[in-house]
T-cell receptor, first 113, second 115 residues
């Protein structure tokens, strides 16, 4: 059974810092890995999806990497801003095709102005 | 409207009531999902529909009954729920192609409270 772990559970940093969020998964036979953010009382916003054949994916100040063999992914946020404050979740599909996602518990991020 | 829309946003019901949650996606996707998000726990997959056919039931109690009349609409019918069913219920959709590697898009959820 796939298990997803995210470290740290919570993080508070001053504005402007670069930071790294970590995600690990137990079964390396994944099709892709997806990073989301969730604001309080809201649903999930998709940030990045990395295919199993890719090593990294970038969108603006966000960069996600994937190392399938070691079962790890990182989300790098450059020049953090207060608007980045949210819970960040990583998830992997249960299989291929129309499969649900297995989620980690998330990292609760606070960027101090 | 765009994206994935869920109604109602909030629902309070007694354990003997019957209610339904609605999800509509405006993205032209062919797969839809129900997830449950409880406090202090990771999101849990409940059901998957692919081309209106249920392909996954993640050991969900029968008091939750999904319905997918077409690829744009998904319902979750609720009856005789328990207090531990209080949670945020999230709907998602995605486009499933041969590679199956498309992102899932989520609605804002329905916050359900069972009295």
């Amino acid at each position: 059974k796939q298990e997803v772990t995210q470290i740290p559970a919570a993080l508070s940093v001053p504005e402007g810092e670069n930071l790294v969020l970590n995600c690990s998964f137990t079964d390396s036979a994944i099709y892709n890995l997806q990073w989301f953010r969730q604001d309080p009382g809201k649903g999930l916003t998709s940030l990045l999806l990395i295919q199993s054949s890719q090593r990294e994916q970038t969108s603006g100040r966000l960069n996600a990497s994937l190392d399938k063999s070691s079962g790890r992914s990182t989300l790098y946020i450059a020049a953090s801003q207060p608007g980045d404050s949210a819970t960040y979740l990583c998830a992997v599909p249960l299989g291929g095709g129309a499969d649900g996602l297995t989620f980690g518990k998330g990292t609760h991020l606070i960027i101090q102005p | 409207e765009t994206g994935v829309t869920q109604t109602p946003r909030h629902l309070v019901m007694g354990m003997t009531n019957k209610k339904s949650l609605k999800c509509e996606q405006h993205l032209g996707h062919n797969a839809m999902y129900w997830y449950k998000q409880s406090a202090k726990k990771p999101l849990e997959l409940m059901f998957v529909y692919n081309f209106k056919e249920q392909t996954e039931n993640n050991s969900v109690p029968s008091r939750f009954s999904p319905e997918c009349p077409n690829s744009s609409h998904l319902f979750l019918h609720l009856h005789t729920l328990q207090p531990e069913d209080s949670a945020l219920y999230l709907c998602a959709s995605s486009q499933v192609d041969g590679g199956g590697n498309q992102p899932q898009h989520f609605g804002d959820g329905t916050r359900l409270s069972i009295l």
